[in-house]
């Protein structure tokens, strides 16, 4: 499965963004998706997941009650809308596929491949 990351942008601290990561492939809703983060000198961090059968979600601490992804099976999207956000959840943006296919749900970056491009969120304060 190939992924497209795309929804970053600008904006100041409280604002809300979608980012959107685009499947190619018509196994997509066989794969748990997972958004991570990775700041300038920081390592990749996960940040959200959602299974492939899109019934469980689970995010960072950082996150929680701010952040929601979701995913629709007929485009082939995964989505990750951020809500309040901060200063500090300034970084580029990637999603990536659990592997294997069908694997339960996980939060480790090691079980993650097909890894999108990135886009870039920035939050001023």
């Known amino acids: 499965v190939q992924l497209q990351a795309s929804g970053g942008g600008l904006v100041q601290a409280g604002d809300s963004l979608r980012l959107s990561c685009t499947a190619s492939?018509?196994?997509?809703?066989?794969?748990?998706m997972g958004w991570f983060r990775q700041a300038p000198g920081k390592e990749r961090e996960f940040v959200a997941v959602?299974?492939?059968?899109?019934?469980?979600?689970d995010y960072a601490d950082s996150v929680k009650g701010r952040f929601t992804i979701s995913r629709d099976r007929a485009k082939n999207t995964v989505y990750l809308q951020m809500n309040s956000l901060k200063p500090e959840d300034t970084a580029v943006y990637y999603c990536?596929?659990?592997?294997?296919?069908?694997?339960?749900?996980?939060?480790?970056?090691?079980?993650?491949?097909?890894w999108g491009q990135g886009t870039q969120v920035t939050v001023s304060s």
């Open positions: 492939g018509r196994t997509f809703s066989s794969y748990g």
């Open positions: 959602v299974s492939w059968g899109g019934g469980t979600t």
């Open positions: 990536a596929a659990s592997r294997p296919p069908l694997r339960p749900i996980t939060t480790i970056r090691g079980d993650f491949g097909s």
